[in-house]
């Protein structure tokens, strides 16, 4: 009669731990061509001119008047970010 409730408390207690691990990342890959149709149309009013950020191997176009942070490098990452002047909105790149 223990068994069956040990079976339940077990999957119970790993199912929240195997479940990430059996559906992954998920990930959508969007093609260049959509990007381009994108950007033809896009309002880019209130952004800076893009601009090649080498270091986060990425073009962006940064939100206007918005401070750049310092660049922060780490092991197995890279990252820069933008703050608003409210300092309550930000965005960032990480390579």
């Known amino acids: ?12 207690c790993c199912i929240p731990f195997l ?4 559906t992954g990342c998920q990930f959508d890959p969007v ?6 149709s ?4 896009a309002d880019e ?6 601009q090649i950020i ?9 939100p206007a008047h918005w401070e750049s942070l310092p660049l922060q490098s780490g092991p197995l ?3 820069q970010q933008w703050r608003s002047k409210s300092h309550r909105t930000g ?5």
């Not at 093609?31 to 381009?36: D, E, F, Q, S, T």
């Not at 009013?45 to 893009?50: D, Q, S, W």
């Not at 965005?91 to 390579?95: I, K, M, Q, R, T």
């Open 54 to 62: 080498e270091d986060v191997q990425a073009s962006f176009a940064p």
């Open 77 to 79: 990452y890279t990252h």
């Open 31 to 36: 093609a260049g061509a959509k990007l381009v």
């Open 19 to 22: 479940l990430p691990w059996l």
């Open 91 to 95: 965005v960032g790149v990480v390579y």
């Open 1 to 12: 009669m223990g068994e069956p409730s040990c079976i339940k408390r077990t999957l119970f």
């Open 45 to 50: 009013r209130g952004l800076e001119k893009p």
């Open 38 to 41: 994108h950007r033809l149309v």
